[in-house]
């Protein structure tokens, strides 16, 4: 019979691979409980119109959408935040405020496979909600570099590059710039495309020379003073007051050192209205290893009775592990066995076993199941990543006792047996 591959863009998880996974998955909801946020998830499955209405253009085009049997438009999740929305919509006024919550989910999306990007992922999502103030915003930022700095990461690792929507888009408006969603995902291409084919793309929508000149000198600003000599309208007075306030707490935090203002970043969703920011390595060799922001109206949008702002972000597993190889950041993970068993005689095992069960309730412990000759049983113990192993020997056995030893040092120590079942031994 011919062998049944894997669907291009997923991964097989051998247990090697699933204890990576595993390692990342506990640092990011270890760094979430640290700041108060709570698990949640949502369905893989939901009614393709929630990613249609606020994803903008990339999402529903990389959808898995299916009809299913009741003749319904259904989508295999691609990003959790519609869905983190539309169940805040369901509930926002029973559920106290501000509504702290993280998510590990596996999502799927339809396009090329290439580095840093598969077509089955794991994505942790973090958003606070129901609060406007920029200390929120602050403190989400806070988690991502606290997130980087657990798996070893430091200032000449990672930065943030971090901007504010409502004061980009006051920035294209005095520009004279009309069309300013398209522009605004133009800009958000940027690093993907060319100069050459930059500037074409934006004078498909008649920019002027002078208009894409001054595009292109925005996408380079680093700080504030440009512009605030412009005259900026309500709203793009306000995203700077913003920014200025999401700093400020920052600097108080003393996480200023990792994040830079870039006018260059938009993010792709159209749900985004104030912060966006996103996690890249100092090298950018990677693609955006996080990204996110504030969204004012998406809850509301879903049919919440009242405003719910928010703001969060995604963490890909993908991207996150071949960063951290790359900068040699990932450690060896190897699996770990508190005891095992090995036995010179296999009539032993069978006078062992209720021992054993007892031992299994405080500890991870296992045994050879197929009998091979002793010295293979202490080589196996060394392949599962056994602590110590317990020996069972003739001559120690009729007089009740064990042999521990322990697989690092070598050393080896005689015990009564009903005694070391009674000991914490583990500590």
Not at 2 to 10: N, S
Not at 237 to 242: I, N, R, S, V
Not at 377 to 397: D, F, Y
Not at 412 to 421: A, D, Y
Request: one cysteine or more.
């Amino acid at each position: 019979m011919k062998r049944i591959q894997p669907l291009k863009g997923t991964r097989d998880f051998y247990p090697e691979q699933k204890r990576v996974l595993n390692f990342i998955i506990n640092t990011w909801e270890k760094v979430a409980k640290r700041y108060g946020y709570e698990d949640f998830d949502g369905p893989m499955l939901e009614p393709a119109q929630l990613w249609q209405m606020k994803s903008g253009q990339e999402i529903p085009e990389q959808m898995y959408v299916f009809e299913d049997k009741g003749g319904r438009v259904v989508a295999v999740r691609p990003e959790l935040t519609p869905t983190l929305a539309r169940m805040i919509a369901q509930k926002s006024m029973e559920l106290s405020k501000p509504i702290k919550w993280y998510s590990t989910a596996r999502c799927w999306r339809y396009e090329a496979p290439q580095t840093g990007r598969l077509r089955e992922f794991f994505q942790f999502n973090i958003d606070c909600l129901g609060t406007d103030n920029m200390l929120a915003d602050a403190e989400v930022v806070a988690t991502a570099i606290t997130i980087m700095q657990e798996f070893g990461c430091d200032k000449s690792d990672f930065y943030i590059r971090l901007c504010n929507r409502k004061l980009i888009q006051a920035v294209l408006e005095s520009f004279q710039i009309k069309k300013i969603p398209e522009v605004m995902r133009i800009i958000d291409k940027k690093d993907k495309v060319s100069e050459k084919n930059f500037k074409e793309m934006l004078k498909e929508y008649k920019l002027s020379e002078s208009q894409i000149k001054d595009v292109l000198e925005m996408t380079t600003w680093t700080d504030l003073y440009k512009a605030k000599k412009l005259s900026l309208s309500e709203e793009g007075k306000k995203g700077l007051e913003e920014l200025e306030e999401l700093m400020k707490y920052l600097k108080a935090m003393k996480l200023d050192g990792f994040v830079k203002i870039d006018f260059s970043i938009m993010r792709g969703f159209d749900y985004y209205t104030s912060t966006v920011f996103e996690v890249f390595d100092q090298r950018k060799k990677f693609r955006a290893i996080a990204g996110g922001g504030r969204y004012d109206d998406l809850v509301k949008d879903f049919g919440s009775r009242e405003k719910v702002s928010g703001v969060g972000y995604g963490m890909g597993d993908v991207v996150l592990e071949l960063f951290l190889k790359e900068i040699k950041k990932l450690p060896e993970i190897s699996r770990e066995i508190d005891y095992f068993v090995a036995y010179m005689k296999p009539e032993l095992v069978e006078e062992f076993l209720p021992y054993m069960e007892e031992l299994r309730k405080k500890f991870s412990v296992d045994l050879d199941l197929m009998h091979r000759g002793f010295n293979k049983q202490m080589s196996h113990a060394n392949k599962v990543g056994a602590k110590k192993t317990i020996i069972l020997a003739p001559k120690e056995w009729e007089k009740g006792e064990i042999i521990i030893k322990d697989m690092k040092t070598g050393k080896q120590e005689v015990k009564n047996l009903k005694r070391f079942l009674r000991e914490d031994h583990q500590g």
